[in-house]
Nanobody, 120 residues
């Protein structure tokens, strides 16, 4: 059983900054990749950024240069620093973890999401 909890979503003005946090807890052996996704009503959930266990990162083109993903392996946490926010960045941001159980089984873990609203 793995719990993933996001925090940090808020209402900000265009040009503002936010830092999202996500913590995974429960019984598991390790977490490989972690990521942030964004979803708006009526649309699919889109990838924003990923970070590997080794620290490698990847970003969606629309937010590249404005967001930074980072993680703390020991705390099973991942962060998303977002700067120069735009109204089109509005959405529910979900945290994802690629988890391995003690038996080696792989499974996906998702948080409940945190709302980010950017006003123009």
């Amino acid at each position: 059983q793995v719990q993933v909890v996001e925090s940090g979503g808020d209402l900000v003005h265009s040009g503002g900054s936010l830092r999202l946090s996500c913590a995974a807890s429960g019984r598991f052996s390790r977490i490989n990749d972690m990521a942030w996704y964004r979803q708006v009503p009526g649309k699919q959930r889109d990838l924003v950024a990923t970070v590997t266990r080794g620290g490698g990162t990847n970003y969606t083109d629309s937010m590249k240069g404005r967001v930074t993903i980072s993680r703390d392996i020991g705390k099973n946490t991942v962060y998303l620093q977002m700067n120069s926010l735009k109204p089109e960045d509005t959405g529910v941001y979900y945290c994802y973890a690629d988890v391995r159980s003690y038996t080696g089984r792989a499974f996906d873990a998702w948080g409940q999401g945190t709302q980010v609203t950017v006003s123009s």
